[in-house]
DNA sequence: AGCAAGATCGGT
DNA sequence: CCGATCTTGCTG
C-alpha cells in the first residue's frame, strides 16, 4: 500500500498544500487506472478567510471541511464544474486543498471533467477508497506562489494572499 | 419563494 | 469579453 495515511493530511492547509505537489493522484475506474502528478493547487483556510465557503459558516455543502483531514469536498461551480478539493486539518478546523491542476491537464474544472468526478465523490476517504486516492512519491518538489484565481471579491487581505502554489518544472 | 453570485472555461 | 448553467445561501 503505497497511500498516505490520513494523518498526512490532518495538518495545517498552509503546510499540506505544498506537500501534495508532486504527488500522484490515482483515480480507478471499471475499465481504467489513471495516474497524474498533482502540479497545482490552492489553500482554503478557516472561517476568517473570506475565500473559503467555510467563511459562511458551518452549512449542509460545507460540513465535510469541518471534518478531519483525508476526505473530499466537492462542489459544483458555474452550473457545470465540478471542483475537486482535499480536507485537511482536524476537527472543526474546516480548510481543504483545491486541485486546480495534475500534469498535462491545467484547470480544477477539466481535472475533474479527465477523471470524472463528481458529487458522488462528497466525503470519499482517501485512504478507504477504491475508486479515488494519493499516493506517495519521493520527490523534491521546487515550487512557486500565487495569489489565488478567481477569488475577487474576498477584500484586499484574502485576496492577496499567496496561497495558490505552483510546482515549477525546472 | 425568489434571487444574485460563483475557487471556470471555451468561443467570439 | 460574454454566455452557459445550477447549486447555494441569503432575503423577505
Same mark, same amino acid.
Given at each position: ?90 476537527n472543526n478546523n474546516p480548510q481543504a486543498?483545491?486541485?486546480?491542476? *495534475? #500534469?498535462?491537464?491545467? $484547470? ?8 470524472? !468526478?463528481?458529487?458522488?465523490?462528497? /466525503? =470519499? ?8 486516492? *494519493? #499516493?506517495?512519491?519521493? $520527490? ?8 489565488? !484565481?478567481?477569488?475577487?471579491?474576498? /477584500? =484586499? ?14
Amino acid at each position: 500500500m503505497n497511500r498516505l495515511p490520513l494523518n498526512f493530511y490532518q495538518h495545517d492547509v498552509l503546510e499540506i498544500a505544498p506537500e501534495l505537489l508532486g504527488r500522484v493522484l490515482v483515480r480507478k475506474t471499471d475499465n481504467q487506472l489513471y495516474r497524474y502528478k498533482i502540479t497545482e493547487v490552492e489553500a482554503y483556510r478557516g472561517e476568517e478567510d473570506l475565500a473559503c465557503h467555510a467563511s459562511k459558516g458551518r452549512t449542509m455543502r460545507t460540513e465535510i471541511m469541518y471534518h478531519n483531514g483525508g476526505v473530499l469536498y466537492i462542489y459544483l461551480i458555474y452550473g457545470m464544474y465540478w471542483m475537486l478539493n482535499v480536507v485537511t486539518g482536524l476537527n472543526n478546523n474546516p480548510q481543504a486543498v483545491l486541485i486546480r491542476g *495534475i #500534469e498535462g491537464i491545467n $484547470g480544477p474544472g477539466r481535472v475533474t471533467k479527465a477523471l470524472n !468526478i463528481d458529487k458522488s465523490f462528497y /466525503g =470519499e476517504n482517501l485512504f478507504f477508497s477504491n475508486r479515488i486516492w *494519493i #499516493e506517495k512519491n519521493e $520527490g523534491n518538489s521546487c515550487y512557486y506562489t500565487t495569489p489565488r !484565481i478567481g477569488i475577487n471579491y474576498a /477584500g =484586499e487581505i484574502w485576496k492577496n494572499k499567496p496561497w495558490r502554489f505552483v510546482l515549477d518544472n525546472i
